[in-house]
């Protein structure tokens, strides 16, 4: 079809984009390398096939959003399909009757037929996606007036970036299916294209015209994609190949939250948590330039939500647009101009994480921004001595005391007159207790430990407590940034577990943070154990009738559940809860619209329990109830002391709302006639 002329002309494009796109993708590649640790290459060729799954399917995706999620998969599914098309295109150029996949038969018929019906989708939806942003003006897309944001994108570099983007897909998309439709004028096409066809009427007969036309489309659909090779990796459109890589490379994680260890033994090391991009890990780097910037994740921040500085959206582009601006000088090895606190985001925005891991689970490319902040308050309280004054006092606590509340009183004053064994009394124990800080010292806890106790003892559980013996896992002070502090309370702790053979046997807690950290943190210091919750185990107790289920139903009985974070998201806890209520109380859990893995938050997270809550429009655990109250339900089952105590705060706030009880409360309380009572 084409010239010699053409054919020589598209060669030296070619050679000269791919020159220059070049240049921009090992700028790519140097800036990640920049950052700290490793890229995770373990287990390539099924984690690239996983990569490959989540890419095609867009299951993470169509999460959330349906009508955007499924015109998004047509544009992925058609652009994916375009590099194929591109391909034949280029072939069906260069040598004169070409046909790709031939003229005739099932795969050349499929392929026309496939290739016209995704232009079509990608037409669509790109310009929907153009309409939203511009006509519209879908205000999921912008950012509240207190959130930091780079000074490229004050001045409208996404909705520019956006603009060029999707105009070159409109025009290099249309360009090659109006090609397609003259070669149908001509007769020259083969296959069943229907629309392509539909439209093929409107360019006259005229041969010279058609032939021109014919030459004009080819070089518009394939022209563009050379003129835009080398602006590619500057734009927030590179997810489209960084997005599988960043579920390819980044860490295989224990559980979603998982922390990774900060080397504290190196003596080499000056700078601890992240103070600039460069000090965040590859992976973040990655997924700076995988963000799709969606703002999905903001949607679902607790944060965010009742207003405060933090967007996990906005750090993302805030540090793609940061390294935009220095992409050059930072793959030569110079340091970032700007630290991430200020240009990234906020102090205050740090600090209003609960690290509910939301952002990370929506997030439709793998990013973690969450991660992101817990590196930059390492660096604060470790290496710049800087955090709520708040949270001094509990420091001190888990440092002098073993615990964050401060208190020298015994660990064991809970369980008076309930004859609870430790591990002293009893070294031949099947299932060791964590009883945790909270039940230990906090009233309302104390009360939910009684009865998770005498449910074990009803049970005939072989079950023994640390006692004295047992201090605090650390979860504040990491969440926190005292990856210090954590340190000696997990060996510690670890040294106790080991030296009571807790290695060997389960552990069982009703605090989700507590069954974080020993279950899914502590391997990284040594201690491997299998940790499992306070509900989990009254599931088995009643499958195995060591527990009577319900013998009187009560359809009155109207409960909702609230999914702790560090349950439900973090862990995959979310039947155990549920089961347990329904099998123990003969009821249906009356659910909230956010709940099991999609849960909101309840504000004490992240180390939150232990500071004042950032200023904004509302309080997490407000409107939390609020939402729990708006079911009508008279109870919220909880399964964590810290949601207890969040909801109870709440509840005096909130007139008229549903009564707080843990579930093993509920489960104690409503057993059969003649069960023994605290």
Known sequence: MLTVIEKLLFIV?????????????????????????????????????????????QRTTLRARPLVSLLHLGVVWGFTFYFLVNVGDVLEGYFPDFKFLGTSGLLAGSYRLVADLLSVAVLVGVAYFLIRRFVLKDKALTFRENITLHPMVKAGWIRRDSLIVGVFILAHVGSRFLGQSVQIAQGHAVGPQPFATAISGIWGTNEGWLTFLDHFFWWAALGLIV??????????????????LNFLTRPQRTSLGELEKEDLEDESKEQFGAARLEHLPK?????AF?????????????????????????????????????MASMAAGKESKDPLLGHAISESAVWACTSCGACIDICPVGNEPMLDILD?????????????????????????????????ESRMKWAEGLDVPTVEDNPDYEILYWVGCAAAFEPRAQQTARAFVQLLKLAGVNFAVLGEMEACTGDTARRAGREDLYLGMAEANIETLNGVGAQHKRIVSMCPHCLHNLGKEYHQFGGNYKVIHSTELIEELINAGKLPASAHPSKQANVTFHDPCYLGRHNDVVDAPRNALSKGLGIEVTEMPRHGKKSFCCGAGGAQFWKEEEHGEARVNVVRYEEAKATGAATVAVSCPFCMRMFSDASGEVKGGPEVKDVVELLWERLEPGAPKN
């Open 13 to 57: 494009l070619v050679a000269a984009a791919l020159v220059f796109a070049g240049r921009g993708f090992l700028y790519m590649f140097k800036v990640v390398m920049r950052g700290e640790g490793t890229l995770n290459l373990t287990r390539l060729p099924a984690r690239a096939l996983e990569a490959l799954s989540i890419y095609l399917s």
């Open 227 to 244: 003129g835009f090779l080398p602006y590619f990796p500057y734009t927030k459109h590179a997810h489209l190949f960084m997005a599988p």
């Open 283 to 287: 992976t973040s780097l990655v997924d």
């Open 290 to 326: 995988s963000c799709i910037m969606c703002n999905r994740c903001q949607d679902v921040c607790p944060a965010y939500v009742t207003g405060k500085e933090l967007s996990p959206s906005a750090l993302e582009v805030n540090k793609r647009y940061m390294i935009r601006e220095q």
């Open 376 to 408: 930059i308050r390492r660096d604060l309280a470790m290496v710049q001595a800087s955090f709520p004054g708040d949270l001094k006092n509990a420091f001190n606590g888990m440092e002098r005391q073993g615990n964050p509340w401060q208190l020298n």
